[in-house]
């Protein structure tokens, strides 16, 4: 069995629209659904022991992700504020909360221990990703992050890159994605939203149509076509059956609420009444 651990960021999602908070972070997700795609998965990050923190690791557990390196620490654990419009994820407020972290010996000796790590741009571990890719393969999320100083130092490290184009242009994202190859990542995925996929492997290119859905929330989507694109590497799949599967997890995604599913009432009460603070100076009705 292919083990994949993912190291960095997470949160938990506050969804006004319904008063629930789920679990959510791109590592975080990406451990979950590794896990759920048959994979021998591990999360390595930092949580508050408060109610969401608490709540996260439950998930972690009732999916079978393993927690050995998972932080305890004092604070709030992250959140992020949520809002939809026409499905679409709109983001109004965020904290990192103690989320980010300094990763030592112990946590790379473990990382060696696995076929790849995942890790993504928002978990500010970029200095420790050459410890990492030495130890392992890389995965790497840029997401919207397309500097060409951080394309060309971080690209070479990569067994898979991956980078969020659903702004962009179809000539544009597949532009980017020749970038980051060019740069030095083995495979690069380009994930486009409603219209798709691009992988890049060397000279070979494999495009992906979305799958048609009636999309209820799309968090977390592109962190489950990355995970089953990376379990898809990992295994040696045929990468036109790879993008396939992904595109059809991706979907189902889309057809619940929160990125992994797990909605729970929001037990934030400092963070809930900033949330309410900026949705009312978002709202038409503020103004």
């Known amino acids: 069995m292919v083990r994949i651990a993912a190291i960095g960021d997470n949160d938990v999602d506050c969804y006004l629209s319904n008063g629930l908070m789920y679990p959510g972070g791109n590592c975080y997700n990406v451990s979950v659904?590794?896990?759920?795609f048959g994979a021998d998965s591990a999360y390595v990050g930092a949580m508050a022991d408060d109610a969401a923190g608490r709540h996260m690791r439950d998930v972690l557990l009732q999916e079978g992700v393993g927690i050995e390196r998972l932080r305890t620490v004092e604070g709030i654990t992250a959140y992020c504020v949520i809002g939809h419009v026409d499905g679409d994820r709109v983001f109004l407020n965020n904290d990192f909360g103690v989320s980010r972290f300094i990763p030592d010996m112990d946590d790379f000796d473990f990382l060696s221990g696995f076929d790849v790590a995942h890790v993504g741009q928002s978990s500010a571990l970029d200095p420790w990703l050459p410890e990492i890719a030495q130890r392992t393969a890389l995965s790497y999320d840029f997401a919207v992050r397309?500097?060409?100083?951080?394309i060309a130092q971080v690209a070479p490290l990569c067994l898979l890159a991956s980078v969020?184009?659903?702004?962009?242009?179809?000539?544009?994202?597949?532009?980017?994605?020749?970038?980051?190859?060019?740069?030095?990542a083995q495979w690069v995925l380009a994930t486009r939203g409603r219209d798709g996929a691009v992988l890049l492997n060397g000279d070979t290119?494999?495009?992906m149509q979305a799958v048609s859905v009636e999309a209820v929330d799309t968090l977390g989507a592109g962190d489950t076509f990355i995970a089953r694109t990376l379990v898809g590497l990992m295994t040696k799949e045929n990468p036109g059956d790879t993008l396939s599967a992904a595109a059809a997890a991706a979907a189902k995604t889309c057809s619940y609420y929160g990125a992994v599913g797990y909605g729970v009432p929001i037990d934030l009460p400092v963070q809930l009444e900033m949330a309410r603070a900026t949705l009312n100076q978002s709202s038409p009705a503020a103004e």
């Open 33 to 36: 659904f590794a896990r759920r």
């Open 146 to 150: 397309h500097e060409a100083d951080h």
């Open 164 to 184: 969020s184009t659903s702004h962009l242009s179809q000539k544009d994202a597949v532009e980017l994605a020749r970038t980051i190859r060019n740069a030095g």
């Open 205 to 207: 290119q494999y495009d």
